[in-house]
């Protein structure tokens, strides 16, 4: 999925941290390190895609461009898990788990794994999603832990989502799509009888199965942001009233 919203990467506050002991300043200063990393990183993706575009003179095949810092930065997510887990970020570890997974999913085990769709105009559609709101997103964290927010990066946040999470989920969907006969040719990651263990996975069948898991999940994580964004856009008209 295009969004990461449950996990913050900010550390608990208020009755949170009265309630529990947390690390304190030192997860503070640990999760702006991690934030600002994670925002350069996804910053030299975007540049990259600039870069490569200019260069090309075409928006095909730009994915290679930029691959291994989309694996590096996409996989060094895996550490929002950590963060929740551990307590230092008030979030739940199951939903960010599977957020997380699923974009680390369609990074490895999709987008690398079957290299023919590597060429495939859907992968830098949710790619360009990805950066655009991975960008704003730490950007988000970082700022907030440092208590200086712009209202810029704040409305950006709450409102480019109504355009990039369709984008995204688009791009990852048609992508999963494109890789199915293939996986189905090649029998990826399958496992058929008879065998030791005595059991069986179609890879084919399971990626089906999780483009139908979008139709339930999607349209949830979409309009609680847009609850989300009248919540916190809202409050800050009234306190400028």
Known sequence: ??????????????????????????????LVIYNVVMTAGWLVI?????RAYLSKGSYHNLYYA??????????????????????????????????????????????HSVREVQNED???LFVVAWTITEIIRYSFYTFSLL????????WARYTLFIILYPM???GELLTIYTALPIVK??????????NKYNFSFDYYTFLILVMISYIPIF???????????RKVLNADHKKSD
């Open 1 to 30: 999925m295009v969004g990461s919203e449950a996990s913050s990467s900010k550390p608990a506050d208020g009755g949170s941290q009265r309630k529990r002991r947390g690390p304190g300043a030192l997860a503070t200063a640990y």
């Open 122 to 124: 859907s992968v830098l």
């Open 66 to 111: 930029i691959e291994r810092p989309l694996k590096f930065f996409q996989t060094g997510a895996l550490l929002e898990i950590v963060h929740c887990a551990l307590g230092i970020v008030p979030s739940s570890v199951v939903l960010t788990a599977f957020q997380v997974m699923s974009r680390v999913f369609l990074t490895w085990a999709v987008t």
């Open 46 to 50: 975007a540049v990259g895609l600039v």
């Open 219 to 229: 349209p949830q994580l979409y309009f609680h942001m847009f609850h989300q964004r």
């Open 185 to 194: 040719k090649t029998s990826l990651y399958s496992i058929s009888l008879p």
């Open 168 to 170: 995204g989920v688009t």
């Open 147 to 154: 208590n200086h927010l712009p209202y810029i990066i704040k």
